[in-house]
């Protein structure tokens, strides 16, 4: 089972709830008019993956909260840290969408364009990547860094829903 990740900009959080409601939590990107601009990914959790490419610019080993993550989906208040939630509860089932923090925006857009295939090489290094080669994440990067200028440019958060 592969884990989707969409990553994108928005200007708040009520923003993108009230696409969420309108569209019964499908990623804001789907659909012939996504409804923000964004990157469509799979694998690339906000926690540990996107977390290794925000150490890799900052050239920092990886910490639990270098990203910072605030719950935006399912509604409601997301459940307590060890709380069992039942198989059918939206935070047991998904999709989820978290607003990451601003610093890890700032970090993205902060890379240089020349920067990119240094900062892609030392994020292939990371364990969750598999291998992966540099210039194969090299696409990704300049994709993320983008994003990420734009959202810092327009005074937006970025944004990740993930789905099962």
Known sequence: ????????????????????E?????????GR????DGVRSKGLDPHVVLGQLVAAVREVPW????????????????PAAGTVVDDDDPWATGPWVAELGDAARDTLAGVADGDVPAVAARWARAEELHGAAGEDL??????????A???????????CWTCL
Do not use: H, I, K, N
Request: zero cysteines.
């Open 1 to 20: 089972m592969g884990v989707l990740t969409d990553y994108f900009r928005a200007p708040d959080a009520d923003a993108v709830r009230r696409v969420l």
């Open 22 to 30: 309108r569209t019964e939590g499908r990623s804001p990107l789907s």
């Open 33 to 36: 008019q996504p409804a923000f």
């Open 63 to 78: 910490e639990v909260d270098l990203v910072g993550e605030a719950p935006v989906w399912p509604p409601g208040p997301a």
């Open 138 to 147: 090299q696409p990704v990067v300049e994709l993320l860094v983008g994003l």
């Open 149 to 159: 200028r734009r959202a810092r440019a327009d005074g937006e958060s970025l944004y």
